[in-house]
């Protein structure tokens, strides 16, 4: 799943199972940056790839829709405190073979 926010195309999240790709408009570490914002993590959760100011990669084990779906919400909104309380997501969804 791709999660996107229209007025903000620089604002996305993708979700694939175990891995999530999102977009990043941080120089600081990612790790540091979830524990300075205090976000809940999923299980599992472990950084495998970042570029400052463009994106990054984790991987995760198992968690139920809820927690991920919860995890990618506050990500967005920590990552882009603009859209904090007023924005919609798109969702699409792709088969990957």
Known sequence: MTFTIPEY???????????INASY???NAPMEFLRSIDLPTIPGLALDDWQADQYI???HGSCSVHALAE???R????LH????Q?????VMIEQIA
């Not at 990500?75 to 920590?78: I, R």
């Not at 405190?81 to 904090?84: H, I, K, M, R, T």
């Not at 007023?86 to 798109?90: R, S």
Request: net charge negative.
């Open 9 to 19: 195309p620089d604002a996305w999240v993708q979700a694939m199972r175990g891995t």
């Open 25 to 27: 408009p941080r120089s």
């Open 57 to 59: 990669t984790w991987s």
């Open 71 to 73: 995890f990618i919400d």
């Open 75 to 78: 990500l967005l909104a920590a």
């Open 81 to 84: 405190p603009a859209l904090a």
């Open 86 to 90: 007023v924005y919609g997501i798109d």
